[in-house]
Structure formats: structure tokens, C-alpha cells
T-cell receptor
Framework: GNSVTQMEGPVTLSEEAFLTINCTYT??????LFWYVQYPGEGLQLLLK?????DKGSNKGFEATYRKETTSFHLEKGSVQVSDSAVYFC???????????FGTGTLLAVQP | GAVVSQHPSWVICKSGTSVKIECRSL??????MFWYRQFPKQSLMLMAT?????????EQGVEKDKFLINHASLTLSTLTVTSAHPEDSSFYIC????????????FGPGTRLTVT
């Protein structure tokens, strides 16, 4: 079945550091890929998405490229801020039902 | 736009009682809503897919008689945890798929249930 594997956290960085959170997936067909962010005390918000191979999703300085050859969708940001501290979830959606399947989440803590 | 609310945001109940959680799409219609359960430091696990006007579709291992879902209108789905036990304590999250959009889900802020 479909699944998502993302790097375990927590990830602790200093402000302005470069961020990478790895995400790989297993899926039949051609799923859509997503990154969601959950800020403390809030619900999940869609951060970015990519619906086909080689697409790059981007938002708020974050980027992720849909790599079919490596079945990956790594999240990157060139310079993180304290306000980026949150839990980040990689997810995929595919098949007839379009159900979302989530990774385990990665806690990012950015220190000033 | 695309705001989803949940009520209550947290609830404490005694073992054996039932608790109802509401999920509302405030500014859009949602024929399809989803209910998830999130354990501490773990991912969201889909419990069921709720469709307006029809029976919910439950994921494998989820007891439909324990987690009753009703989707009576295009903006409201409810999850009732019946005869709650301490092991039902968890964070319950709903999401709604805007009608006309095939994949994007909008998430509610979640409901923390504690069963004593």
C-alpha cells in the first residue's frame, strides 16, 4: 500500500540556518504530494504541494520538488526563522479515493 | 476562505459516557469530510470518510459502532465517541474537502478528548 516516510525529529536549528526535512514515499501510480505545517495549538495548514513529477511546490520560502526517480519530496528552506518552529508533515494523496496518507511528522525548533 | 472549525476544542468525560464532536466548514460546502486521530508524537491516522447524506466509510480496525459519524448537511459532520474509555483519549482532527476541489483538504484545529 501507499506510505510516507519522513525523517524523525526534533530538528533544532539556529535562525538563518538552512533546513532540509527528508520525505520519501511508496505509491502505485502517480500520487500528489504535500507538505503540511502544524503550528503550536493550531490545525494543520497546507504549506505546499506538487501534483506531478518534477513539479516544484513553494510557499513562504519553503520549496519541495517531486522526484519520481528517487520517490522523494524533500522540504527545504534557505534561511529559517523562529516563527517557522512547528511540526511538518509530508503526505501523499492518490488513487480513486484521494485519501491523504501522512508521515509521522518532524518537529522543527528554531532558536534565536 | 476555507475555514474549518471544531467544537469543543477540548473535553473531559467519564468512562462509559458518550461525547460528540462537531466539525463545520464555515465558508464553503463540503460533501466529503474526514476524521483523523492523532496520538502524541505520531502522525494522523484516518479513521473514516464522511459523506453528506450517506453512511461513512470506516478504515480497517476502526469500530463503526463506537465512533458514530453523521454528516447531515454540506457544512457539518459530527463524530460521537460512544461509551468512552481511557484508551479513547486522543486528539481528534477533522478536515473538509471543498466541493469542486478534488484533493485539497482543510483541517480543523482539533479536539482534545480525555476520558477519566
Amino acid at each position: 500500500g501507499n506510505s510516507v516516510t519522513q525523517m524523525e525529529g526534533p530538528v533544532t536549528l539556529s535562525e538563518e540556518a538552512f533546513l532540509t526535512i527528508n520525505c520519501t514515499y511508496t505509491a502505485t501510480g502517480y500520487p500528489s504530494l504535500f507538505w503540511y505545517v502544524q503550528y503550536p495549538g493550531e490545525g494543520l495548514q497546507l504549506l505546499l504541494k506538487a501534483t506531478k513529477a518534477d513539479d516544484k511546490g513553494s510557499n513562504k520560502g519553503f520549496e519541495a520538488t517531486y522526484r519520481k526517480e528517487t520517490t522523494s519530496f524533500h522540504l527545504e528552506k534557505g534561511s529559517v526563522q523562529v516563527s517557522d518552529s512547528a511540526v511538518y508533515f509530508c503526505a501523499l494523496s492518490g488513487g480513486a479515493t484521494n485519501k491523504l496518507i501522512f508521515g509521522t511528522g518532524t518537529l522543527l525548533a528554531v532558536q534565536p | 476562505g476555507a475555514v474549518v472549525s471544531q467544537h469543543p476544542s477540548w473535553v473531559i468525560c467519564k468512562s462509559g459516557t458518550s461525547v460528540k464532536i462537531e466539525c463545520r466548514s464555515l465558508d464553503f460546502q463540503a460533501t466529503t469530510m474526514f476524521w483523523y486521530r492523532q496520538f502524541p508524537k505520531q502522525s494522523l491516522m484516518l479513521m473514516a470518510t464522511s459523506n453528506e447524506g450517506s453512511k461513512a466509510t470506516y478504515e480497517q480496525g476502526v469500530e463503526k459502532d463506537k465512533f458514530l459519524i453523521n454528516h447531515a448537511s454540506l457544512t457539518l459532520s459530527t463524530l460521537t465517541v460512544t461509551s468512552a474509555h481511557p484508551e479513547d483519549s486522543s486528539f481528534y482532527i477533522c478536515s473538509a474537502r471543498r466541493d469542486g476541489n478534488s484533493y485539497e483538504q482543510y483541517f480543523g484545529p482539533g479536539t482534545r478528548l480525555t476520558v477519566t
